[in-house]
């Protein structure tokens, strides 16, 4: 794959530029990379139109700034529309997984012009504004249980765990979240145990040796390369944004307009937290929404575990969003 690096307003992006033609930008999550979208960087190319998929901020060879506000879905947005300009892209099809849908849904809803059709993998667009702020919901939720967003928001904590286990955590975190593993038992752990607060590293499973159905050794290297260098800060500074993130959000739910698909894990923990309700009320705010795919026996990771699959569902829904001839 061909890495590009580029520097707009300031702010230096690593990112994936391969094709020509119609623009599709791929926006991954945590513990992401660029690199989780090799499975179908080749296919959208073969289609016809060009990828790019960004390190996102924080991580891979990203920059990653030291202030939490640069993480928030706002923050990622401007940034993404910066980087499309100074590309000269003036529209794309816009794909996001985990922390990126959050952040393809606010560059369609602040940069309408920008986005010709909007693919969410994993995290709905449910936007019910919550009462209290999710620092405080999260903290509830870790009284009664390890609540890995409350061990998330503070500082240094995880940070000094997951550093100093890079290639351990990145292998159960994928594993645990993957179908293969149900996720929640974790949560019959405690936050603390005997004085002492639990890390993430003592609440998940071990990791099945590799190779794996979907992930192999080397391509864990890569991974386990690119947080070793950087650390899992700029990663998780987007958790540590959750309480600005809901500052910025409107007490009036916002619709997005733009032709849109949903694809998910028919296992993956994220859909059981938000709720089977969050499908319907998806629904609701997007009237473009052409569809909600689920593929049984995948989890969170479906651009990985289900590739083929997730592949020819992009190619299709780009095709019918954002034509060669447009």
Not at 55 to 80: C, I, N
Not at 282 to 308: C, K, S, V
């Amino acid at each position: 794959m061909l890495y590009r690096r580029l520097t707009v307003d300031g702010f230096g992006w690593t990112f994936i530029d391969e094709g020509s033609g119609p623009v599709v930008l791929l926006c991954h999550g945590f513990p992401g990379l660029a690199y989780s979208w090799r499975h179908q960087v080749q296919p959208l190319v073969a289609a016809g139109y060009r990828v790019i998929a960004p390190d996102m901020p924080g991580y891979g060879g990203t920059d990653a700034p030291t202030a939490v506000a640069e993480y928030t879905y706002l923050s990622a947005a401007a940034r993404l529309d910066a980087l499309l300009g100074s590309l000269n892209i003036e529209r794309a099809v816009v794909v996001g997984h985990d922390f990126g849908a959050p952040a393809a849904w606010t560059l369609a809803l602040e940069h309408p012009q920008r986005v010709a059709g909007l693919v969410l993998l994993a995290m709905p667009y449910a936007p019910d504004r919550i009462p209290i702020r999710p620092s405080e919901a999260f903290g509830y939720l870790a009284q009664k249980h390890f609540f890995h967003f409350d061990y998330f928001m503070q500082p240094d904590l995880a940070d000094s765990e997951l550093d100093g286990r890079p290639r351990e955590f990145l292998a159960r975190i994928f594993h645990a979240l993957s179908g293969d593993y149900r996720y929640l038992d974790i949560w019959e752990h405690p936050s603390h145990r005997d004085g002492r607060r639990l890390g993430y590293l003592d609440v998940l499973p071990e990791a099945p040796e590799l190779p794996w159905s979907w992930l192999t050794s080397e391509e864990l290297d890569v991974y386990h390369s690119a947080f070793k260098d950087s650390g899992f800060t700029g990663g998780l500074n987007w958790y540590r944004a959750a309480d600005l993130n809901w500052e910025h959000q409107s007490a009036q739910p916002r619709m997005i307009e733009q032709p849109a698909h949903f694809l998910c894990g028919g296992d993956d923990p994220v859909l059981t937290i938000a709720g089977r309700g969050a499908i319907d009320r998806m629904g609701e705010m997007m009237p473009g929404l052409r569809g909600a795919e689920t593929y049984a026996g995948a989890g969170h990771f479906i651009q990985m575990e289900r590739a083929d699959e997730v592949s020819a569902a992009l190619v299709e829904f780009v095709r019918s969003a954002l034509p060669h001839d447009r």
